[in-house]
C-alpha cells in the first residue's frame, strides 16, 4: 500500500531519523533509554505526523516548501515522492548515498522494465 494513500493520511506519528530512514510503523522502532532511535543504526530523529509528513514530502517535490501561494511554486524535484516512498524503511549514512541508492534502483528497474 502506498504510505502517502488518503485512508493512511490523518492520525499516524512518524519518525524520521538524521540517517534517512523513515515509518510510520512505530512497531519497528528501536529505542535507547526509552527515546525511539532508527532500528538499523540507532540514530536519533524526530517525530511527526503523517499529515504533515505527507504535506512536506509533496510540497518538496512541487518546490513549494515554505512558499505562501502555490503559484510561487521554485526549485521543483520531481520524483521525489517516489523516492520517499521508497526509501520507507532504509537507512543511509547521508542523503548523498541514499540519492545514489535509489538511482541504482531506478536503473536496475530499467533493466528489467
Ligand atoms: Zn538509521
Known amino acids: 500500500m502506498n504510505p502517502f494513500s488518503a485512508e493512511r493520511v490523518g492520525d499516524g ?3 524520521y531519523g538524521l540517517c ?7 512497531s519497528v522502532m528501536g529505542s535507547s533509554s526509552g527515546i525511539p532511535v532508527c532500528p538499523k543504526c540507532g540514530s536519533v530523529g524526530f ?4 499529515t504533515k ?7 518538496h517535490e ?3 516548501t515554505g512558499a505562501v ?20 524503511g532504509r537507512c543511509f549514512p547521508n542523503w548523498e548515498i541514499a540519492q545514489q541508492a535509489y538511482a541504482s534502483f531506478l536503473e536496475r528497474e530499467k533493466a528489467f522494465a
Open 69 to 88: 501561494a502555490p503559484s510561487e511554486r521554485r526549485d521543483p524535484h520531481p520524483g521525489y515522492v517516489q523516492m520517499i516512498v521508497w526509501g520507507k
Open 20 to 26: 534517512t530512514f523513515w515509518t510510520d510503523d512505530w
Open 47 to 50: 517525530e511527526t505526523t503523517l
Open 13 to 15: 506519528r512518524v519518525f
Open 62 to 64: 512541487m518546490g513549494t
Open 53 to 59: 509528513w505527507m504535506v512536506g514530502v509533496r510540497q
